[in-house]
């Protein structure tokens, strides 16, 4: 056993030693057979010997089941943001700024740094172990995420034996930023559209996507990578930063090289423009420059105003832009009969991948810019998947390009446009219109509606094409036409089985999905679920007037209006009815358990509960009324309180909150019965 016990122990730190010579100095000390080996002979030990469970083990990487439980968790130092600068007279004005706040004739360096374009972390180390990953969250507090951190392989779970002494202090905190390189978020989104699931529209939003799973075994499928560039420890026995970046690398951090120790200010406006230029030569993506004082002693000096430092500030780099030919307008039909133009484009490399199609909002932005067919126009890409048309080269039009016509009839199935009063949309209202219907299908199939699996856009299309469905109801009797499905050439017996499965279970979602899933404008997931809650069958929604549905919280003008314009066609009550009968839910479950008793209650749930999960201990005090929130503030009603609860029970204590146990809990419920 003592010698088993020092085997795992010393596995243990020669695997920490590998990881980090592959990971992060990217050099093959060790075959990869070897590896391996090793790993599976601690994995053996170790399950051999459970009461020696390290969650640092190199055998964690891979995740593991116990879901992550994201406690707040307060930071010992706040995580200010950086102000910003966007030209280079902003920089001279920082410059003045440091040199104002300093002793007369100080000698000023700055570090400057790539500002990467990802998600900051800070890790918390004691005793030389990984002991917590958090967010930033609002800066004071974060998210406990350390299950999801251990998963990348390029943060030590544990500081290499002979790099200890490079800081003699063992425990610090190292801030960084998480981040997605451009390949794997490529393959990544590859993978998505496979499977049909939602594009990411770029990689900040994919990192801040992985850090968040629940699961952590799925995170480690994420090709996450980490660049550390701040170390805070409370002995204060660092001088600079070029010295702090140094001291991270050697304790065994990836630290990004490409930064500089910049003498004066035109070095760094000089490093500025550099990159502005080099940017995509990166494999992964940055949005700026980070310029710090160098000196720690004249940091302290110059301290923080409000939510920044005065040390610090950042060159945020100008959209990228490019110009292209826009060849053809096209006029797209929604499922709710909007009429959008989009920009047909001479493909055009931006940002990481090639354009072609760019959105171009409504018809009084193309007024508004006087967009023609034929313009070369300058594209952008913003926060979105989809690109934008910012203007158009007008100096560069061609002769005889002629203003573009706004459109009087649908493109699709030629009826009457129509422009409402006051809004900018033109609309196709033929409720018959095949794109229409196609893209009201697609909805009331999605995941988020009624979850019809193997019901993809495409075969939607399909299915609309050869006249198998015209309405919603017509999906619910396609296993009448089992047979002629099975003859469709893509689909054939196994596919066709699946989808009537998947068909059938649809009946199961809720009421509130399917109000949903009817695609009535303005309704959207939440608004389906307050009014669902609120009238509790579709018949008492159908009765209801505009000023008892206008009475449901968050709940306006607009939606009420089209909720009665729905229901007073016809056409759609028979639907409702077919719907209905096919088996549908239009009620809402009589939940027994439900009662008003926590009305206007806001609930903030932390640590580990006991009695039930997290999720539903969160619908048993939606059900009775209640809201749940993820922060404390002086307006929430009740802290509930599991094991292990951290700083939250702090803060809650300090606004005086009242906390409670799951028991208080029930024992709240339980008055409402009494009541
Ligand atoms: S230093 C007080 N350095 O930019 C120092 N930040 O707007 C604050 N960032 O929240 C951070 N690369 O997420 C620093 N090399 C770098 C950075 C960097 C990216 C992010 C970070 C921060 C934001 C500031």
């Given at each position: ?72 968790i307060q930071h010992k130092t706040p995580m200010l943001s950086l102000s910003n600068t966007y030209d280079e007279q902003e920089l001279l004005d920082f410059d003045r700024r440091v040199r104002d706040g ?213 060159f945020k780099f100008k959209a990228k832009q490019a110009k292209t030919k826009l060849h053809k307008i096209k006029w797209q039909v929604g499922r709710t009969g909007a009429v959008t133009p989009v920009a ?259 609930f903030v749930i932390t640590g580990t509960l006991t009695e039930y999960t997290r999720d539903e201990a969160k619908e048993k005090i939606m059900k009775n009324g209640g809201k749940v929130s993820s922060s ?44």
């Amino acid at each position: 056993m003592q010698d088993e016990q020092q085997k795992i122990k010393d596995l243990r730190e020669k695997l920490h030693k590998y990881n980090y010579h592959y990971y992060v100095l990217t050099e093959h000390i060790v075959s990869d057979q070897e590896f391996d080996k090793l790993l599976k002979e601690l994995e053996e030990l170790e399950k051999k010997y459970p009461e020696l469970h390290d969650p640092n083990s190199p055998t964690q990487r891979v995740g593991s089941d116990l879901s992550n439980i994201f406690n707040s968790i307060q930071h010992k130092t706040p995580m200010l943001s950086l102000s910003n600068t966007y030209d280079e007279q902003e920089l001279l004005d920082f410059d003045r700024r440091v040199r104002d706040g300093l002793p007369e004739n100080s000698e000023v360096e700055y570090v400057t740094e790539l500002k990467i374009d990802g998600v900051s972390i800070s890790l918390n180390y004691e005793n030389y172990e990984l002991k917590t990953a958090v967010t930033r969250g609002d800066g004071v507090s974060g998210e406990e995420i350390t299950n999801n951190i251990r998963t990348i392989k390029n943060v030590p779970l544990s500081i290499v034996k002979e790099k200890r002494e490079v800081l003699p202090v063992d425990s610090f905190e190292v801030r960084g930023e998480i981040f997605l390189p451009l390949e794997g978020f490529r393959e990544l989104n590859k993978e998505r559209e496979k499977k049909g699931e939602k594009l990411f529209a770029n990689p900040r939003n994919s990192t801040a996507g992985s850090i968040k799973l629940i699961d952590s075994r799925e995170v480690a499928k994420r090709p996450l990578d980490i660049f550390l560039y701040y170390l805070i420890e409370s002995e204060e026995k660092t001088k600079s930063q070029s010295d702090n970046l140094r001291i991270i690398s050697e304790l065994g951090f990836k630290v990004n090289t490409n930064y500089r120790l910049c003498k004066s200010i035109n070095e760094v406006i000089e490093y500025c423009n550099n990159w502005e230029l080099k940017r995509d030569e990166l494999p992964y993506e940055i949005d700026g420059v980070v310029i710090k004082v160098n000196n720690v002693k004249q940091q302290k000096i110059l301290g923080s105003i409000a939510k920044s430092p005065r040390w610090a500030t950042s060159f945020k780099f100008k959209a990228k832009q490019a110009k292209t030919k826009l060849h053809k307008i096209k006029w797209q039909v929604g499922r709710t009969g909007a009429v959008t133009p989009v920009a047909e484009l001479e493909p055009v490399f931006l940002a990481g991948s090639t354009i072609s199609r760019a959105t171009l909002h409504n018809t009084d932005e193309i007024e508004r810019k006087d967009i023609r067919e034929g313009d070369y126009v300058l594209i952008e890409k913003g926060g979105d998947v989809i690109p934008k048309v910012v203007a158009v080269v007008t100096s560069e039009r061609e002769e005889g390009i002629e203003k573009l016509v706004i459109p009087d009839a649908c493109p699709e199935c030629e009826s009457v446009l129509y422009k409402p009063e006051g809004e900018v949309a033109i609309y196709c209202e033929n409720p018959e219109c095949p794109a229409q219907v196609k893209g009201q299908l697609q909805h009331f199939v999605s995941r988020g509606a009624m979850d019809i699996e193997g019901l993809g856009e495409s075969l939607v299309d399909l299915f609309v094409e050869q006249n198998f469905i015209k309405t919603f109801a017509d999906i619910y009797d396609l296993h009448e036409r089992k047979e002629e499905l099975i003859e469709i050439e893509r689909l054939g017996q196994k596919s066709v089985e699946n989808l009537l499965t998947a068909i059938e279970k649809s009946k199961e979602k809720p009421f509130d999905k399917v109000l949903f899933a009817l695609g009535i404008r303005y309704i959207g997931a939440g608004s389906a679920r307050k009014l669902a809650e609120h009238f509790r069958s579709v018949e008492s929604l159908i009765e209801a007037d505009s000023e008892q549905i206008e009475n449901v919280p968050d709940i306006g003008p607009s939606i009420s209006e089209s909720v009665q314009r729905f229901f007073a066609d016809d056409k759609n009550k028979m639907l409702i009815e077919k719907l209905k009968n096919a088996g549908l839910n239009f009620k809402l479950e009589e939940a027994t358990d439900s009662t008003n008793i926590l009305a206007d209650k806001t609930f903030v749930i932390t640590g580990t509960l006991t009695e039930y999960t997290r999720d539903e201990a969160k619908e048993k005090i939606m059900k009775n009324g209640g809201k749940v929130s993820s922060s404390i503030s002086k307006k929430t009603d009740y802290l509930l309180a599991g094991e292990k609860a951290g700083s939250k029970l702090d803060k809650a204590n300090k606004l005086g909150v009242k906390i409670i146990s799951e028991i208080e809990l029930e024992e709240l419920l339980k008055n409402a019965e009494t009541d």
